[in-house]
T-cell receptor, first 116, second 115 residues
Framework: EAGVTQFPSHSVIEKGQTVTLRCDPI?????LYWYRRVMGKEIKFLLH????????ESGMPNNRFLAERTGGTYSTLKVQPAELEDSGVYFC??????????????FGPGTRLTVL | AQSVTQLGSHVSVSEGALVLLRCNYS??????LFWYVQYPNQGLQLLLK??????LVKGINGFEAEFKKSETSFHLTKPSAHMSDAAEYFC?????????????FGSGTQLTVLP
């Protein structure tokens, strides 16, 4: 079974440009999460999808960030326009359902975003 | 609100020595607790999790952690460190039990294993 995949692995852009990150969750996982780690600080929650619906987007920093999950499969996270403080590693995770046995979140390798 | 504190951003041990990585949590509801590991140039991998069953949890690669409610702690241990254990370790909490809510992470502990 394939794990969570993310594309690209690295992205270097200039301030003001647009970047789109993609996450493919484990097949059959309804829950999809985005997290971000900025400059060696804590990994922080951005938002949570259940299928195609946004369950919780309380961690999104501002309206320059737009996440979508059309059809409840893969998800994209767009940053437009990018600012210097957006640099960091963006992680995606997925989990199967909400019952006790399947609460584990499985993480992808992350996308390292550098904004110059 | 939930929070996690990992004491020691960097820990060094000699190969064969005990590994002890500290994690204290704060949660207003019964927590689920996790330890994840990130090896260089890789993603986060689950080491072990506590989900209100046994308080001593065994994970992969010889790691284990004990949930102590009275101390609000979930420290990670391994009896004998191996060079391959060098990585960054993250403690995380979620809740309430049974939900698929977000994880709250500690700031991470970088483990160095000395030959």
């Amino acid at each position: 079974e394939a794990g969570v995949t993310q594309f690209p692995s690295h992205s270097v852009i200039e301030k003001g440009q647009t970047v789109t990150l993609r996450c493919d969750p484990i097949s059959g996982h309804d829950n999809l999460y985005w997290y971000r780690r900025v400059m060696g600080k804590e990994i922080k929650f951005l938002l949570h999808f259940v299928k195609e619906s946004k369950q919780d987007e309380s961690g999104m920093p501002n309206n320059r960030f737009l996440a979508e999950r059309t059809g409840g499969t893969y998800s994209t996270l767009k940053v437009q326009p990018a600012e210097l403080e957006d640099s960091g590693v963006y992680f995606c995770a997925s989990s199967q359902r909400q019952d006790r046995a399947t609460v584990t979140q499985y993480f992808g390798p992350g996308t390292r975003l550098t904004v110059l | 609100a939930q929070s996690v504190t990992q004491l020691g951003s960097h820990v060094s041990v000699s190969e064969g020595a005990l590994v002890l990585l500290r994690c204290n949590y704060s949660s207003s509801v019964p927590p689920y607790l996790f330890w994840y590991v990130q090896y260089p140039n890789q993603g986060l991998q689950l080491l072990l999790k506590y989900t209100s069953a046994a308080t001593l949890v065994k994970g992969i690669n010889g790691f284990e952690a004990e949930f102590k409610k009275s101390e609000t702690s979930f420290h990670l241990t391994k009896p004998s460190a191996h060079m391959s254990d060098a990585a960054e370790y993250f403690c995380a909490v979620s809740g309430p039990s049974g939900s698929a809510r977000q994880l709250t992470f500690g700031s991470g502990t970088q483990l160095t294993v000395l030959p």
